[in-house]
């Protein structure tokens, strides 16, 4: 496809089961972020692959939010365990390793845990 | 700790009306400014801005950077209805890649 796929759009979730969220990123992107957008607020980095490689995970909130990228295209993010205060948003966006190229985003997925 | 900070928070103007979005940012290993639209769905890529003075424009939408002061202000001229949305600003650094650091936005309706 042409932009950023991520899917489920909507999630809905009963507090403590697990949840995984997909990223389709555009071809030829080597770059690839996830962001968590709460309500009202702009969203805050998570995580960021550089192909496979996972470079940098600091913004992950807790140890029951994993990420991969296995072939360094589709990435899922894994929430474990969830909790109310994971309902938000989470966007992926994808880019070119050239750092003067912007980043480019999904509709992302409205996570909702009752 | 990184942190960018947008005003006003919101804004109601009416159609025809020019808008300032502001946006202040002070954060380590700076790169870049970025603007996005946000509707109800995807951030929508506006503008990068990398140096300062230089203004960027793209219809009735323009933007400028300013790296002595650390902040950059979006413009938008004869505004419509279609406007409507929120304005992310964020900035973009030189670790994780060129991660970005949001503010929270300012929510701008456009009345007819």
């Known amino acids: 496809g042409a932009g950023v796929s991520q899917s489920p759009r909507y999630k809905v979730a009963k507090r403590g089961q697990d949840v995984a969220l997909r990223c389709d990123p555009i071809s030829g992107h080597v770059s690839l972020f996830w962001y968590q957008q709460a309500l009202g607020q702009g969203p805050e980095f998570l995580t960021y692959?550089?192909?496979?490689?996972?470079?940098?995970k600091s913004g992950l909130p807790s140890d029951r939010f994993f990420a991969e990228r296995p072939e360094g295209s589709v990435s899922t993010l894994k929430i474990q365990r969830t909790q109310q205060e994971d309902s938000a948003v989470y966007l992926c966006?994808?880019?070119?390793?050239?750092?003067?190229?912007?980043?480019?985003f999904g509709d992302g997925t409205r996570l909702s845990i009752l | 700790e990184d942190k960018v900070v947008q005003s006003p928070l919101s804004l109601v103007v009416h159609e025809g009306d020019t808008v300032t979005l502001n946006c202040s940012y002070e954060?380590?290993?700076?790169?870049?400014l970025l603007w996005y639209k946000q509707e109800k769905k995807a951030p929508t890529f506006l503008f990068m801005l990398t140096s300062s003075g230089i203004e960027k424009k793209s219809g009735r939408l323009s933007s400028i950077l300013d790296k002595k002061e650390l902040f950059s202000i979006l413009n938008i001229t004869a505004t419509q209805t279609g406007d409507s949305a929120v304005y992310l600003c964020?900035?973009?650094?030189?670790?994780?890649?060129?991660?970005?650091?949001f503010g929270g936005g300012t929510r701008l309706m456009v009345k007819p």
């Open positions: 966006a994808s880019s070119y390793r050239d750092p003067n190229q912007p980043q480019h």
């Open positions: 954060v380590t290993n700076f790169r870049s």
């Open positions: 964020a900035a973009a650094t030189h670790n994780a890649g060129n991660m970005l650091t």
């Open positions: 692959f550089q192909n496979e490689a996972q470079l940098d």
